[in-house]
């Protein structure tokens, strides 16, 4: 499968509609926002180990905001802006930055005048079509949001093309093992009533296939890695009620106007909205409660985290479609990096 069309089975992308799903869940996110933290920190030890000093800072997909802090207080000269495609999520993002200036002492004051009383600035704008300028940034963050796009590919032609060259782009995502104890429930529930098999997660990209789009997409040295975290619940609707803050599935569907107005989180899909399906997926989950270990009795729900981090290539043709060869490259083999 070639990175540079669709995965199968990907809906339409409607941006409005990813937009209000995140503008509902915005009030509640910090009920679930523990995950988004702990990867965060995992990301930043993954940066210590990385020599980089970037004069700008993006953070993609800010959400609240909760990530600006640590990149302010590891890049105390860089201004450091962030976007969502939520405008609730970026309003809880300035009113969560506008209650910490003490960073500002530490700015030069060419800096601080540079950036205003603001302090960081915010931009709503889908992942795909941002609304900066050609090699505005040198560092890209980006903690658990590139997974609600359905076009990767796209995303990081755009992120390659705000990126300066050489710059760095450090991100984490979701991976296909992703909630699959839920995938395998309502499997269970459509099989055992005969009801059209529908999804009802996000079709999660794998690991490989992000790194082969990243090297298409104008990045080299692409590091990819993952690992796997299970959070465990004491009941069903506990799992279900963090599942719809996170939006398993928060592309559009069509539903009768009855379902819009029961079912404000945007699922279950249509005809799978009854009470009667609901307890069937409750008493799915149930069966799956853990018989064994220091978790016994409680169910448990899979994260497969990927992270990846990759530089700007430098450009290897000039627009007319000429070669570019760079001096000090001349007698090797290509260019490197040091790591």
């Not at 093992?177 to 269970?188: P, Q, S, V």
């Not at 497969?304 to 450009?315: C, R, S, T």
Request: glycine share 8%; aromatic share 8%.
């Amino acid at each position: 499968m070639s990175p540079s069309h669709p995965r199968p089975g990907r809906p339409a992308y409607d941006s409005r509609y990813l937009r209000r799903i995140f503008d509902r869940r915005a009030a509640t996110f910090d009920e679930v926002a523990f995950l988004t933290r702990e990867i965060a920190e995992r990301m930043r030890e993954r940066l210590e180990y990385i020599k980089v000093n970037p004069a700008s800072v993006l953070d993609m997909g800010c959400g609240p905001g909760d990530d600006l802090p640590n990149l302010r207080e590891r890049f105390p000269e860089a201004p450091v802006f962030g976007t969502d495609l939520s405008l609730a999520m970026l309003e809880r993002a300035r009113a969560h930055d506008a209650g910490d200036t003490s960073w500002r002492r530490f700015l030069p004051a060419s800096i601080g005048r540079a950036l205003g009383a603001r302090g960081p600035r915010f931009a709503q704008a889908d992942f795909a079509e941002l609304p900066f300028a050609r090699e505005a940034f040198e560092l890209l963050w980006s903690n658990l949001a590139l997974h609600w796009h359905p076009r990767p590919d796209l995303v990081f032609g755009e992120w390659q093309r705000v990126l300066k060259v050489n710059g760095l782009l450090m991100f984490s995502t979701l991976g296909p093992d992703t909630l699959k104890e839920l995938r395998g429930a309502w499997a269970e529930v459509e099989a055992a009533h005969g009801v059209p098999t529908r999804p009802h997660v996000i079709d999660f990209v794998d690991m490989h296939d992000l790194g082969d789009m990243l090297v298409e997409n104008g990045f080299e040295i692409p590091v990819m890695d993952q690992e796997t975290l299970t959070v465990t619940y004491k009941t069903p609707e506990k799992l279900l009620a963090d599942v719809r803050r996170w939006g398993a599935y928060p592309f559009n569907r069509t539903f009768s106007v009855r379902e819009i107005h029961e079912d404000h989180e945007g699922d279950p899909p249509e005809g799978l909205a009854s009470r009667r399906l609901n307890r069937a997926l409750v008493d799915a989950l149930e069966a799956r409660r853990l018989k064994d270990g220091p978790n016994a009795g409680t169910i448990a729900l899979t994260f497969e985290i990927i992270y990846g981090h990759a530089w700007k290539a430098v450009p290897r043709t000039t627009a007319e479609g000429h070669g570019i060869v760079r001096i000090e490259d001349i007698g090797r083999g290509g260019p490197t990096r040091n790591r």
